[in-house]
């Protein structure tokens, strides 16, 4: 068995996230140990709408979703989110 690095310490949330982003875990975390995990009580990160949209948008949105492979609902997502982001970085 490999012998494991151990893991620092960090000040902050961003300084473990850049860690982490260049560094290999399988070197810090034996995964041959790993149980699985079991969280009852988590709560879904999103909310059900209802969104009336015009028929040919609809249309539009599912022909796009199905050129990328990906359900319409997560396609809405993704599209929403990106102008959200154009929005805001407008300001």
Known sequence: MKKMEK???FKSLEKEENFWATHDSTEYID???????VFPDLKPTSKTI???LPEYLLEEIKILA???GVPYQA????????KVRETNSVR
């Open 75 to 82: 396609m809405l997502k993704v599209l929403l989110a990106e």
């Open 50 to 52: 209802s969104v009336r």
């Open 31 to 37: 995964f041959s140990k790993a149980k699985p995990a």
């Open 7 to 9: 893991i620092p310490r």
């Open 66 to 68: 199905n050129k990328r």
